[in-house]
């Protein structure tokens, strides 16, 4: 989370930027006539923002892969890439996710939300979001670089994907960089399913059994709180008779997979099924 804030630190400076002075090629006259954004692009652009690019300047930098500054002369006035706006971008998107997904998962500790948040805004991820909307073929790319790859590729496309998430942010201010990751983020994904079947500690503590030729692992609910619409579960991990994790949770399934998860935390650091840790 310290990397997190210290990318945060700088949000509000950049923000406040009416100028474009902090890296947003305002001013650079010569860049915007060499790249204009074409009737398609800016098209394209108020569809995926649902409102109109007011500052055009952020968007053409957030398209524009590093691969165009190697090909212009030295004395020609050179573009700004997008990695500053990926840096900015990249921010945005952990703190809007870690708030929707902090709000989604009220008993899930750091570390789950961690893990679920990192499965939605890795690499991977972000270049299947900017597939789906076509942003390859919007990007600016060098005369002597592989275009056809670089509009494929799974780095070009994750950090053009977070760099038009900063020029948003920039442009549109938190409101409209959280509508776009709701839409194009959040709403991409099932959610739910991605947290099961990604990192589903029951498969996980099954495959442990069937491995060592143990039972499968049994949950019992040990205990019930709270009125009838708001209850807390607890259940219990066991095998052989033993327990072995115990998870808390409002729905018997999240309890079942926390219990899981310590049941895999505790197996991971001993074997109590050994001869050795039964005597």
């Known amino acids: ?75 020609t006035e050179h573009p700004e890439s997008n990695q500053r706006l990926e840096f900015l971008g990249d921010a945005v998107l952990d703190l809007l996710v870690s708030e929707h997904l902090f709000k989604q998962f009220p008993s899930g500790d750091e570390g789950h939300l961690s893990n679920n948040r990192s499965k939605l805004v890795n690499r991977k991820s972000l270049a299947a979001f900017a597939l789906r909307l076509g942003l390859g073929e919007h990007l600016f790319i060098g005369d002597s670089a592989d275009k056809e790859r670089i509009r494929t590729s799974e780095s070009a496309l994750a950090d053009a ?77 066991t095998c052989r008779g033993m327990i072995l994790g115990r998870g808390r949770a409002p729905r018997k399934k999240d309890a079942e997979q926390f219990a899981a998860r310590e049941a895999m935390a505790l197996l991971e650091t001993s074997d109590p099924f050994s001869p050795e840790e039964a005597e």
């Open 161 to 237: 994907f977070e760099a038009l998430i900063g020029a948003i942010y920039l442009d549109q201010g938190i409101a409209g960089a959280e509508r776009f990751i709701m839409n194009h983020v959040i709403g991409g994904v099932d959610l739910q399913r991605v947290v099961e079947e990604e990192f589903n500690y029951k498969s996980r503590l099954i495959e442990y059994a069937q491995s060592r030729h143990l039972p499968p692992p049994q949950y019992c609910v040990v205990s019930e709180e709270g009125a009838e619409h708001e209850k807390t579960f607890t259940v219990e991990a």
């Open 1 to 75: 989370m310290s990397q997190l804030w210290q990318k945060l630190t700088s949000l509000n400076f950049l923000r406040n930027d009416s100028s474009g002075s902090a890296g947003t090629g305002h001013g650079r006259n010569g860049s915007a006539e060499l790249f204009p954004l074409g009737t398609e692009t800016i098209a394209w652009l108020g569809r995926l923002t649902g409102s109109s690019c007011r500052r055009t300047t952020l968007y053409r930098t957030a398209l524009m892969h590093r691969s165009v500054l190697h090909d212009l002369p030295q004395d």
